[in-house]
T-cell receptor
Framework: AQKITQTQPGMFVQEKEAVTLDCTYD???????LFWYKQPSSGEMIFLIY??????QNATEGRYSLNFQKARKSANLVISASQLGDSAMYFC??????????????FGKGITLSVRP | AAGVIQSPRHLIKEKRETATLKCYPI?????VYWYQQGPGQDPQFLIS???????DKGSIPDRFSAQQFSDYHSELNMSSLELGDSALYFC??????????????FGPGTRLLVL
């Protein structure tokens, strides 16, 4: 079974509007972390935001926030006030466990976001 | 702030040749990870090292090997290259705090093309 599911097709948003990118996950490990990374066309992988499974509050980082619904196993990324530079591929990733021996990331297939001027 | 450094950034090889990719983690980061991202694919975990010891292994071909050195830099050695090895290879690093792993930060990647 897919551990990370990102099923939205290419997403489009108007500049300055908000957009939500969906991510659902599957794990039986009580301790896990959820990450969002941005990959522009240039190829680098840029860390955006992190949510730990035991965190009580939704994570926020500037214009990025994470809508974490643990019971539904979803971790949607919300980008507010979209900018042209937000156009990129966005990956949701999960780390099961958090010790040195089992901290690899499992990625979803990614979502392409295009911001229209 | 210092980031993960990877070299070379681009590499072109022929089939059956060898390649060595290098990674210099962020200072004071004790864990290094290697990922492979094929065209249009998501990154796939290959191997990781914690404090210079291999800590986890993913879908890394037997033709590939890696190690982490005393200065924490890591090298991914790839032999008998195949066309299917053409991909973007990322190195990421993280640090351990209180026994727990923190966020992984990725390098810019090495784009390998096998002809």
């Amino acid at each position: 079974a897919q551990k990370i599911t990102q099923t939205q097709p290419g997403m489009f948003v108007q500049e300055k509007e908000a957009v939500t990118l969906d991510c659902t996950y599957d794990t039986s490990d009580p301790s896990y972390g959820l990450f969002w990374y941005k990959q522009p066309s240039s190829g680098e992988m840029i860390f955006l935001i992190y949510q730990g499974s035991y965190d009580q509050q939704n994570a926020t980082e500037g214009r990025y926030s994470l809508n974490f619904q643990k019971a539904r196993k979803s971790a949607n990324l919300v980008i507010s006030a979209s900018q042209l530079g937000d156009s990129a591929m966005y990956f949701c990733a999960m780390r099961e466990g958090n010790t040195g021996a089992n901290s690899k990331l499992t990625f979803g297939k990614g979502i392409t976001l295009s911001v229209r001027p | 702030a210092a980031g993960v450094i990877q070299s070379p950034r681009h590499l072109i090889k022929e089939k059956r040749e060898t390649a060595t990719l290098k990674c210099y983690p962020i200072p004071r980061h004790d864990t290094v990870y290697w990922y492979q991202q094929g065209p249009g694919q998501d990154p796939q975990f290959l191997i990781s090292f914690y404090e210079k010891m291999q800590s986890d292994k993913g879908s890394i071909p037997d033709r590939f090997s890696a190690q982490q050195f005393s200065d924490y830099h890591s090298e991914l050695n790839m032999s008998s290259l195949e066309l299917g090895d053409s991909a973007l290879y990322f190195c990421a690093s993280s640090r351990t705090s209180g026994g727990l792993q923190e966020t992984q930060y990725f390098g810019p990647g090495t784009r390998l093309l096998v002809l």
